[in-house]
T-cell receptor, first 110, second 112 residues
């Protein structure tokens, strides 16, 4: 089945720096979504970008989508200690299912 | 709104025992999902229900059964638990295809 794959898998940054994560996928999609998971919790939806969109912003989050390269990136600007979490991309091919990547662990050092 | 709730939060089973994980949502969503999360494997879809009265297999359905009891509730049953089913189980729901999913807090299951 189709899956998003995040890169890098683990990232450690200082508070105030930007964090960038990439996601690649293999087949066509209707949209791509990013989720955050704090330790021991369920996933929380962050942002959705449709296949006909190239860039989307939400607060300190910026997502890009390049359907020709089958890739997406998530940028968190001015990171905070509270951004420490795992981040997952998920692709929606339009079959009422999402395919999740393995996740990206981000540690923000105060 | 409570969102998506799951019970129990933790469970320890012996090999061969059975149990049912419960999930309920109060957002009037049509679709509901069961995932398992294992270290280094991300989330894998076990079963889903696109609408009340329908269920379909996901990536890893073997050893599990589901019931979409009504629009609110979607349960996952392990008939004969195996150590390979040790995992964290998440239930999720969404209004319609194409939107975001809302997740429950998870059930941590250990099978010894």
């Amino acid at each position: 089945s189709q899956q998003g794959e995040e890169d890098p898998q683990a990232l450690s940054i200082q508070e105030g720096e930007n964090a960038t994560m990439n996601c690649s996928y293999k087949t066509s999609i209707n949209n791509l979504q990013w989720y955050r998971q704090n330790s021991g919790r369920g996933l929380v939806h962050l942002i959705l970008i449709r296949s006909n969109e190239r860039e989307k912003h939400s607060g300190r989050l910026r997502v890009t989508l390049d359907t020709s390269k089958k890739s997406s990136s998530l940028l968190i600007t001015a990171s905070r200690a509270a951004d420490t979490a795992s981040y997952f991309c998920a692709t929606d091919p339009g079959n009422n299912r999402l395919a999740f990547g393995k996740g990206n662990q981000v540690v923000v050092i105060p | 709104n409570a969102g998506v709730t799951q019970t129990p939060k933790f469970q320890v089973l012996k090999t061969g025992q059975s149990m049912t994980l419960q999930c309920a949502q109060d957002m009037n969503h049509n679709s509901m999902y069961w995932y398992r999360q294992d270290p280094g494997m991300g989330l894998r879809l076990i079963y889903y229900s696109a609408s009340e009265g329908t269920t379909d297999k996901g990536e890893v359905p073997n050893g599990y059964n589901v019931s979409r009891l009504n629009k609110r509730e979607f349960s996952l049953r392990l008939e004969s638990a195996a150590p390979s089913q040790t995992s964290v189980y998440f239930c999720a729901s969404r209004r319609n295809s194409g939107g975001e999913q809302y997740f429950g807090p998870g059930t941590r299951l250990t099978v010894t």
